[in-house]
């Protein structure tokens, strides 16, 4: 079955590391993604990964994936005061791109 | 940039009236979907679109029914409203692979 787990919140200081945490059941995703929502606004897609990569790093933003442990973490380095949104991790398992989404996890920046 | 618009950011309406959420975008993707938000229960599948004049039921379809007459287009009609579909309506489109991109959102009340 599919089902994708997040904790609920994370606090952090502002320019210290954020890392947001993530697990999925369905071994057949192929695609891994990492959204952004801040207040009152719709989804923004921040980066995703492919099921066969370990890493992706894109500016600030690094994506772990542990198949074996069916993890997927986002870190956020150097993090500020814009970062405070929630983010939803979501595994893409169906024909036609059809996602399942986390709970999302708050994130709120401190100054 | 991918470009979803949603009719409206904001929308009161009155129990059992009928009501039309639309959602176009422009950049010429297959895949169509329709979320609600509601606090504690994260995002929640409604409806999808493969192509024009299909549809499949989501998660939680009953109260709701779509229209796709068009590619860009995809209509959330609600038949008659009721409180209890008071939330945050969330459209998105994708092509194979490249992840959903989302509206604004449509905050959706119902007295």
């Known amino acids: 079955g599919e089902d994708v787990e997040q904790s609920l919140f994370l606090s952090v200081r502002e320019g210290d590391s954020s890392v947001i945490n993530c697990t999925y059941t369905?071994?057949?995703?192929?695609?891994l993604y990492w959204y952004k929502q801040e207040p009152g606004a719709g989804l923004q897609l921040l980066t995703y990964i492919f099921s066969n990569m370990d890493m992706k790093q894109d500016q600030r933003l690094t994506v772990l994936l542990n198949k074996k442990d069916k993890h997927l973490s986002l870190r956020i380095a150097d993090t500020q005061t814009g970062d405070s949104a929630i983010y939803f991790c979501?595994?893409?398992?169906?024909?036609?791109?059809?996602?399942?989404f986390g709970g999302g996890t708050r994130v709120l920046v401190k100054p | 940039d991918v470009k979803v618009t949603q009719s409206s950011r904001y929308l009161v309406k009155r129990t059992g009236e009928k009501v039309f959420l639309e959602c176009v975008q422009d950049m010429d993707h297959e895949n169509m979907f329709w979320y609600r938000q509601d606090p504690g229960l994260g995002l929640r599948l409604i409806y999808f679109s493969y192509d024009v004049k299909m549809k499949e039921k989501g998660d939680i379809p009953e109260g709701y029914s779509v229209s796709r007459e068009k590619k860009e287009r995809f209509s959330l009609i609600l038949e008659s409203a009721s409180t209890n579909q008071t939330s945050m309506y969330l459209c998105a489109s994708s092509a194979q692979g490249l992840g959903q991109f989302f509206g604004p959102g449509t905050r959706l009340t119902v007295l």
């Open positions: 369905d071994s057949s995703s192929t695609y």
């Open positions: 979501a595994e893409n398992v169906a024909a036609g791109n059809k996602l399942t």
